[in-house]
């Protein structure tokens, strides 16, 4: 796949076709998820009905209109490592639906006791994803100036093109705290100050840096 192609053609989405998603596809994303689930450790689920899941609170936020048909579970111990795995290997499987032709939305707030997942002993329910077919393709978020994240002055070409990358990454309400740096020739990135999901979205940040960089984040 064309990752950058795939970054920058995706958006979140919050109003969604009330179709399904085709079994071939259902199929397909299920064998995407057991194989991250595989190499992350993590219990991540793909629930095919979500009705009722995401009403109410998340009426509160502007431009959520139509819940979707499905949605992403992110199940596992709560803790900053999971919660990083969450982001990496969830943002993944994210591109990996847009190259599939459907729409996403991370979804850190739903509707208590609604969730339909499979939790284990000591484990909880970190996030979710909604997916599905939207109604339409979402609008690009505003994202901070490049010298803003990063403290690089000579940068080189990979590096910047996965500071760019990583200022299209979907974070919670686009906080967009993370900084990028240089340690030798090894690029490093860290999560700045407190923030909601806050760890989810270093994961994501991270996972678009590496994809597009080709270069594994210390």
Known sequence: MNIMKLIDERHSVRSYKQIGIEPEKVAAIRDEIKAVNEESGLNIQFIDNAKGVFNGIMSRFAGWKNEPPAYLAFVGVKNPENE??????????????????????????????????????????????????GQTAGNPHKSKDINKVTDVKNMPDWFKDGVESALKAPTAINQQKFFIT?????????????????NVDLGIVKYHFEAVSGHRCR
């Open 182 to 198: 240089l340690e030798g020739e090894d690029p490093v990135i860290v999560a700045k100050g407190k923030g909601p999901f806050i």
């Open 84 to 133: 990083e795995k969450c982001g990496y290997y969830g943002e993944k499987l994210v591109l990996k639906l847009q190259e599939m032709g459907l729409n996403t939305c991370w979804v850190g707030m739903f509707k208590d006791g609604t969730a339909k997942v499979e939790v284990g002993s000591g484990e909880t329910l970190i996030i979710t994803c909604a997916v599905g077919y």
